[in-house]
Every structure is written in C-alpha cells, then in structure tokens.
C-alpha cells in the first residue's frame, strides 16, 4: 500500500475527527472540539498518512485518502504524549501505524523529550500488543480514566535511552 507521511492542517479536522469516530467507541473517540483543541495545543503535531492523489484527466487531482494519523505533544517535563493513533480498518496491519509511530517518536527526540506516554483501554488488546512490540511497558492501571467509566492501561517507553542503544 503505497502512502506518504505529512503534517496535518486545520483543514484536515473534519477528516482526521470522522477516522476517530470510526476508530473508537462513543465515550473513548474524541468530540471535534476535544480533537482540535489537542491538534492546536502548544507543542502538539499531527502527522498524517495518505494515498497519493489520484490524478483524473476529467476532474483534475482528486484528494489523497487519509488511511490514519496520529496527535502528540510535548509537555514541559521532558516527556511526549502520543494522544490518538488512528489507522483505518482496511489499513491496518500494513505498517502504517508503525510508521506514524516511528515518525512521532523522532520528532520528539528531535525536541530533546526523554521519555513518551500514551494511553490505551484494557480492552483494546489489538493496541496493547502494538504498543508492547514498539517498546512501550505498561507503567500503571487509571481506573475509570475513560468518559464512559472504561480503565486504561498507561504505557511509556524512554527514547533517549532507546536512541543510544540503536
């Protein structure tokens, strides 16, 4: 499957809100305001993946297709939190979410961040093993951390350390 990585835009929002509809159940997928505020915080970078654009002798260039992305920030104590990983159905299990990963976590070295986090659902065992195969360990258990009463496992992995031994 062939895609490039890009920075996400404003003008992505309704796109990228409508992939973590699709993504996550209501109580876990973010509201469109909730979404945009995390895109626009202070420190925060969306990367985007998507198909080439189709080129149409009819209709000129056609739109690329979104087939994920991801929201990360960096915080004031030397640490980077990856907010949402989104990969569409029929894209997932391609690399793409590991590419967005791999992406992500060069940005934040690049920022001198030391150490990333991110949260996920207990349940979500599929995002769990993803995780723990990209280095991350689970560092705790939030209960209720969800809106709809779901647990959450927190998962961190340093990346100064892990660059040095690469």
């Known amino acids: ?14 796109t990228l809100w409508r992939l973590d509809q699709a993504c996550f159940p209501p109580g876990i997928s ?21 198909q080439p654009r189709a080129r149409n002798k009819s209709f000129g260039d056609q739109p690329g297709t979104v087939l994920g992305f991801l929201v990360a920030q960096t915080e004031a104590n030397q640490a980077g939190h990856i907010v949402t990983i989104d990969v569409v159905g029929n894209a997932r299990r391609t690399g793409i979410g590991s590419k967005l990963m791999a992406e992500a976590e060069a940005r934040l070295r690049a920022a001198q961040i030391e150490s990333v986090y991110l949260e996920t659902m207990v349940s979500n065992l ?3 093993e993803f995780y723990k195969r990209h280095g991350y360990q689970i560092i705790r258990t939030e209960e ?12 961190a992995k340093e990346l100064i350390s892990a660059a040095m031994a690469q």
């Open 144 to 155: 209720r951390y969800y809106p709809n009463g779901a647990d959450a496992f927190v998962f």
């Open 1 to 14: 499957m062939q895609y490039t990585l890009r920075d996400g835009k404003s003008s992505d929002l309704d």
């Open 126 to 128: 599929a995002g769990v």
């Open 30 to 50: 973010y509201s469109r305001l909730e979404l945009a505020v995390y895109m626009r915080r202070p420190g925060a970078f969306t990367i985007v993946a998507e």
